[in-house]
T-cell receptor, first 114, second 110 residues
Framework: EAQVTQNPRYLITVTGKKLTVTCSQN?????MSWYRQDPGLGLRQIYY???????DKGDVPEGYKVSRKEKRNFPLILESPSPNQTSLYFC?????????????FGPGTRLTVT | AQRVTQPEKLLSVFKGAPVELKCNYS??????LFWYVQYSRQRLQLLLR??SRESIKGFTADLNKGETSFHLKKPFAQEEDSAMYYC????????????FGKGTRLSVIA
């Protein structure tokens, strides 16, 4: 089944403790992206990647890192999480050509930083 | 800069009534516009895109470049249409990120 998977689905952590949220897609998509969803603010893009080893900042990249060593994986790294990073995070992927193609979303990761 | 505005956070309509979810955009080039929908406890999914000019689940949206709008319409709302709807914009080159509006929650009342 073609899909985007994220792990973990739920995470509660403390301020400053490094964490990684994994994202994997099995559709051979070149474009991958991370968003955070907050009430009243909608979806905001954190980082995106046009292809392996190519990443770019989105609207809200501060406090986040990403890597794209393989086509299928696009992990989101929080080196030193803070409470303002408590949010619902979505990974998405799409075909070659980037954001103008339909994006397929993962199920979301709900992160709470205390 | 790209910008998408959805002026209504919440829209409540009665079943069978017409629905219009508003979306206005700002972009200097030729945009590609989308509507994404998120049903309760489901992942976000594409509803329709302007270049395909199709009707999905009875919804249509027409790109009006003069008014820079891409409103989503349905003549008769159904209860199962209750969801969060996001308008999104992409530039016509692959290097531009997808920008979402803040979303409108549609509630269809029986």
């Amino acid at each position: 089944e073609a899909q985007v998977t994220q792990n973990p689905r739920y995470l509660i952590t403390v301020t400053g403790k490094k964490l990684t949220v994994t994202c994997s897609q099995n559709m051979n998509h070149e474009y991958m992206s991370w968003y955070r969803q907050d009430p009243g603010l909608g979806l905001r893009q954190i980082y995106y990647s046009m292809n392996v080893e190519v990443t770019d900042k989105g609207d809200v990249p501060e406090g986040y890192k990403v890597s794209r060593k393989e086509k299928r994986n696009f992990p989101l790294i929080l080196e030193s999480p803070s409470p303002n990073q408590t949010s619902l995070y979505f990974c998405a992927s799409s075909e070659v050509g980037g954001s103008s193609y339909e994006q397929y979303f993962g199920p979301g990761t709900r992160l709470t930083v205390t | 800069a790209q910008r998408v505005t959805q002026p209504e956070k919440l829209l409540s309509v009665f079943k069978g009534a017409p629905v219009e979810l508003k979306c206005n955009y700002s972009y200097s080039g030729s945009p590609e516009l989308f509507w994404y929908v998120q049903y309760s406890r489901q992942r976000l999914q594409l509803l329709l895109r302007h270049i395909s000019r199709e009707s999905i689940k009875g919804f249509t949206a027409d790109l009006n470049k003069g008014e820079t709008s891409f409103h989503l319409k349905k003549p008769f709302a159904q209860e199962e249409d209750s969801a969060m709807y996001y308008c999104a914009l992409s530039g016509n080159s692959g290097n531009t990120p997808l920008v979402f509006g803040k979303g409108t929650r549609l509630s269809v009342i029986a």
